[in-house]
């Protein structure tokens, strides 16, 4: 019954590999966003989706491409792994925008070597 | 300067006690804001919502908006070990607006 789920939990990997990351919802929400948490803790959006369509594009490198084939799913390539990258990322969903309560997934902890 | 600064901590404070957590922002078209707790090796999830100004009660919980001094506060009455986490204020000008999130406050309640 998990509202925002994402796969794969742990990612290790080595630098310049690519790697994806798939997050699924079933709430209905409209809105679903991707986040990168450092070692700080400090959240930080990167891309946000409304019905499929991209509205948030914060500064992020072009080797993080996200994809969302239907208002339920948004998935995150990317391409060139680098040790800076290593962080948690976080999916969440929220009914419309910003206004909104976002409901978090659990996290994919990525590690790049 | 941040859009939103938040003390990091930790905070450490006896089961019982009442703790005091704050944010200061630099962007005037905040609207909508928000207190998020997130549990170790978990994802945040709301704690607090608030519009505008004023003040919201939930149980224990309490949060306050000063638009016109930009702080915002979150207080934990009778606060309990299972309270121990970091929270996370965040906030936004609404719309399709970005969410920003301050740095987060580690707590830890002991009992």
């Known amino acids: 019954d998990t509202a925002v789920s994402q796969t794969p939990k742990y990612l290790v990997t080595q630098m310049g590999n690519d790697k994806s990351i798939k997050c699924e919802q079933n709430?209905?929400?409209?809105?679903m966003y991707w986040y990168k948490q450092d070692s700080k803790k400090f959240l930080k959006i990167m891309f946000s989706?409304?019905?499929?369509?991209?509205?948030i594009n914060e500064t992020v490198p072009n080797r993080f491409s996200p994809k969302s084939p239907d208002k339920a799913h948004l998935n995150l390539h990317i391409n060139s792994l680098e040790l800076g990258d290593s962080a948690v990322y976080f999916c969440?969903?929220?009914?419309?925008?910003?206004?909104?309560?976002?409901?978090f997934g659990p996290g994919t902890r990525l590690t790049v070597l | 300067q941040k859009e939103v600064e938040q003390d990091p901590g930790p905070l450490s404070v006896p089961e019982g006690a009442i703790v005091s957590l704050n944010c200061t922002y630099s962007?005037?078209?905040?609207?909508?804001f928000m207190w998020y707790r997130q549990y170790s090796r978990k994802g945040p999830e709301l704690l607090m919502y608030t519009y505008s100004s004023g003040n919201k009660e939930d149980g224990r919980f309490t949060a306050q908006v000063d638009k016109s001094s930009k702080y915002i506060s979150l207080f934990i009455r009778d606060s309990q070990p299972s309270d121990s986490a970091t929270y996370l204020c965040?906030?936004?000008?609404?719309?399709?607006?970005?969410?920003?999130f301050g740095t987060g406050t580690k707590l830890q309640v002991i009992p």
């Open positions: 709430l209905g929400h409209d809105t």
């Open positions: 962007n005037s078209a905040f609207q909508y």
């Open positions: 969440a969903s929220s009914p419309a925008g910003g206004s909104d309560e976002q409901f």
């Open positions: 989706y409304n019905n499929k369509e991209l509205i």
């Open positions: 965040a906030m936004s000008a609404g719309g399709y607006q970005k969410v920003t």
